[in-house]
Every structure is written in C-alpha cells, then in structure tokens.
C-alpha cells in the first residue's frame, strides 16, 4: 500500500475530509477555519498537507515558508517553515504517518519551526527537533522547537 503525503486542494471535498478530524476534539488543531478562509480567497496555493489511506484523509499538516526578512531564529537568516497542526487521526497513530509528514516537510531541506502540544515534546524530538532559546519579545509566551538542517545554526540573542 503506497501512502504518499499530498498536497491537498482547498476545496469543499477537503473540508468535509477536515471534519473527521474535528471529531476527536483538540479545538487548537482545527483547520476548518483556515481551509474555509482559503477558499473564500480562491487561493490556489495550500498549505495543506496529508495522507490517505483508501480515500480517507488520515493525516494533516500546514507548512508555511516564512521568508527571510522574517527569519528571528536561524544563522544565517534565511527562508524557513512553520509546521503547523500536525495530527494522526486515532486510529491510525503509532504507524509512522506523522513521521512522514516531518520528513516531508525535512525533504525542502529549509529550517521548520513549530509550536509543539502539550505532551507531544517526545515526537518532536525524536524528529530530530530542539527548543529554541526562549526570546520573550520575539516568542510571546509559545516554546518554539526547531530543526535546522546541515550548515545552519540557531541565531545567537
């Protein structure tokens, strides 16, 4: 069985795959709102990410690129993605699908930036994710947890 991270269309079909998800709670991971946004704006670039087993959506991301200008975490400053909203419907946890969801984000070879859930440090670090040093003006109460890959390094306070 081949299950391949897709890209996913902002559409009504999408959103309707969106509500499995909003079933098992977790209010903060909600995209509904985001995806219905996008599609009033007929935005044609997503940054929905997922996986299907069958034609079900059991797996979803949003991957942001934050360019440079932007960048308060990395050395050099440089364009960079913030994953967002990572989640494994339940019954399909503990089988790698959010694993293949970071490494496909890790594949752009960009530093990630997230802003992890309570209880899911573990996960993040296992991916290979670190905290960043705290910068109260810059982190406003989140704990940001980042991954950079090779020749980039965290920015100095």
Same mark, same amino acid.
């Given at each position: 069985?081949? *299950? #391949?991270? $897709?890209? &996913?269309?902002?559409?009504?079909? %999408?959103? #309707?795959?969106?509500?499995?998800?909003?079933?098992?709670?977790? !209010?903060?991971?909600?995209?509904?709102?985001?995806? !219905?946004? *996008?599609?009033?704006? *007929?935005?044609?670039?997503?940054?929905?990410?997922?996986?299907?087993?069958?034609?079900?959506?059991?797996?979803?991301?949003? &991957?942001?690129?934050?360019?440079?200008?932007?960048? @308060?975490?990395?050395?050099?400053?440089?364009?960079?993605?913030?994953? =967002?909203?990572? #989640?494994?419907?339940?019954?399909?946890?503990?089988?790698?699908?959010?694993? @293949?969801?970071?490494?496909? @984000?890790?594949?752009?070879?960009? +530093?990630?930036? %997230?802003?992890?859930?309570? *209880?899911?440090?573990?996960? =993040?670090?296992?991916?290979?994710?670190?905290?960043?040093?705290? $910068?109260?003006?810059?982190? &406003?109460?989140?704990?940001? &947890?980042? =991954?950079? +890959?090779?020749?980039?390094? $965290?920015?100095? !306070?």
């Amino acid at each position: 069985m081949k *299950n #391949e991270v $897709e890209k &996913l269309l902002i559409n009504y079909k %999408t959103l #309707e795959q969106f509500k499995r998800f909003k079933e098992y709670g977790n !209010q903060e991971l909600s995209m509904m709102e985001d995806l !219905q946004n *996008n599609i009033v704006e *007929n935005n044609s670039e997503s940054p929905f990410y997922g996986i299907y087993v069958g034609h079900h959506l059991i797996a979803r991301m949003s &991957l942001y690129k934050v360019s440079a200008k932007y960048d @308060a975490y990395f050395k050099p400053p440089q364009d960079y993605l913030e994953l =967002w909203k990572l #989640e494994v419907l339940p019954d399909y946890r503990g089988r790698h699908y959010g694993k @293949a969801l970071v490494d496909f @984000a890790k594949s752009f070879q960009l +530093p990630i930036k %997230t802003n992890p859930r309570i *209880n899911s440090h573990g996960f =993040w670090e296992k991916m290979g994710f670190q905290k960043a040093k705290y $910068e109260m003006e810059r982190d &406003l109460g989140e704990n940001p &947890l980042i =991954w950079m +890959p090779e020749g980039v390094e $965290e920015k100095e !306070q």
